[in-house]
T-cell receptor, first 111, second 112 residues
């Protein structure tokens, strides 16, 4: 079964700072990778996804992620965060029609 | 365009009571899922249904049962609620192949 590891569960940073969230996965087959965001009190929303092709994936709201197959990683980045990016971020890997989620990164952006 | 609809949004139960959480999707998706979300634990899969008429256990199925009533609806039942089942429950669905999952707004369940 697939598994996902996210580091630095709590991240606090100031507006305009750069954000990078790490995600490592383990799965023996072809992977489909996702980042979801959950704003306070809301459900999960898809930020971006990787299925194949260009390993640098651009998503909504200025987020991007890079798939590095040799490192089993799919790190999320944003060059300059805003207060509205305060949320919890989840990395997920799909295999056998099932999604496995990491434990999430709680990101707080201070104005 | 409702997407995935969950009811109720909030519920408080006493230990030992039973409860069914409802989920319906209007996107003609084949696959449906139930997750629970607990602080610091991410989302954990309880049960899923790859297609109408089939259900399978996920990571944390104990204490739960599910019914895939038809293609639209996938319910989650707690037969005898326990305080350890206090959580936020999310239903999700997706279509074939590589399509990402769409999530409902969640049900916040507290068991006293």
């Amino acid at each position: 079964a697939q598994s996902v590891s996210q580091h630095n569960h709590h991240v606090i940073l100031s507006e305009a700072a750069s954000l990078e969230l790490g995600c490592n996965y383990s799965y023996g087959g072809t992977v489909n990778l996702f980042w979801y965001v959950q704003y306070p009190g809301q459900h999960l929303q898809l930020l971006l996804k990787y299925f194949s092709g260009d390993p640098l994936v651009k998503g909504i709201k200025g987020f991007e992620a890079e798939f590095i197959k040799s490192k089993f990683s799919f790190n999320l980045r944003k060059p300059s965060v805003q207060w509205s990016d305060t949320a919890e971020y989840f990395c997920a890997v799909k295999g056998n029609n099932r999604l496995a989620f990491g434990k999430g990164n709680q990101v707080v952006v201070i104005p | 365009n409702a997407g995935v609809t969950q009811t109720p949004k909030f519920q408080v139960l006493k230990t030992g009571q039973s409860m069914t959480l409802q989920c319906a999707q209007d996107m003609n998706h084949n696959s449906m899922y139930w997750y629970r979300q607990d602080p610091g634990m991410g989302l954990r899969l309880i049960y899923y249904s790859a297609s109408e008429g089939t259900t399978d256990k996920g990571e944390v199925p104990n204490g739960y049962n599910v019914s895939r009533l038809n293609k639209r609806e996938f319910s989650l039942r707690l037969e005898s609620a326990a305080p350890s089942q206090t959580s936020v429950y999310f239903c999700a669905s997706n279509g074939q192949g590589l399509e990402p999952q769409h999530f409902g707004d969640g049900t916040r369940l507290s068991i006293l």
